[in-house]
């Protein structure tokens, strides 16, 4: 029905950057919040950042400052641009999205598959 692919995971040293993306696909009418979780090892899933329809963000306070939310409504795609990049940001990063798949039904969640982030010091 709608999946989100995320990519741009990976290795990285503490210090550095990633850009994360991930794209909706499928059966859409419109996408209303999108946003971006992360779940660390022995952790619950955490709010990372989320973004409106009209570019209203939220930040969870140990990202904020590091870490911009950003959407593109043409492609269906919400990136995380993640500066300063500490070991404590090292989780897998989910991505979610409420979508309207047709003009006369509310809004559904849905999660993507998770893209791992690791941060060495």
């Known amino acids: 029905q709608v999946q989100l692919v995320e990519s741009g995971g990976g290795l990285v040293q503490a210090g550095g950057s990633l850009r994360l993306s991930c794209a909706a696909s499928?059966?859409?009418?419109?996408?209303?919040?999108m946003g971006w979780y992360r779940q660390a090892a022995g952790k619950q899933r955490e709010l990372v950042a989320s973004?409106?329809?009209?570019?209203?963000?939220t930040y969870a306070e140990s990202v904020k400052g590091r870490f911009t939310i950003s959407r593109d409504n043409a492609k269906n795609t919400v990136y995380l641009q993640m500066n300063s990049l500490k070991p404590e940001d090292t989780a897998v990063y989910y991505c979610?999205?409420?979508?309207?798949?047709?003009?006369?039904?509310?809004?559904?969640?849905?999660w993507g598959q998770g893209t791992q982030v690791t941060v060495s010091s």
């Open positions: 979610n999205a409420d979508v309207r798949t047709r003009s006369y039904r509310v809004g559904q969640l849905f």
């Open positions: 499928g059966t859409i009418f419109s996408i209303n919040a």
């Open positions: 973004i409106t329809t009209d570019d209203s963000t």
